[in-house]
């Protein structure tokens, strides 16, 4: 992991990049709702400003990538889990 880090430090936009992403996952996965075209891009561009900020955090060597990729994986496995729910509770019903 620490070369990654030394790779994105050394390269701004890259980790810059990388931050925007794994932000845009997680607005997507966990907060997005149906928009008009234009409201969306209008969320993704305050998204894309708001990501500065995290990525000077990173660059002064805080563990914005870390946190990022923790909270993309707790929403998977959440995600997963209500399916699972959701599957179980379908077929209980159709038992009845």
Known sequence: MEAIHTFLRQTPWAGYLVILVLTAIVYKVAFARKLPILKAAVVYLVLALGCVLFWVMFMLGFPILEILLVTVLL????????ATGNRNAEDAKGKK
């Open 75 to 82: 929403i998977a496995v959440a995600r997963i889990r209500m």
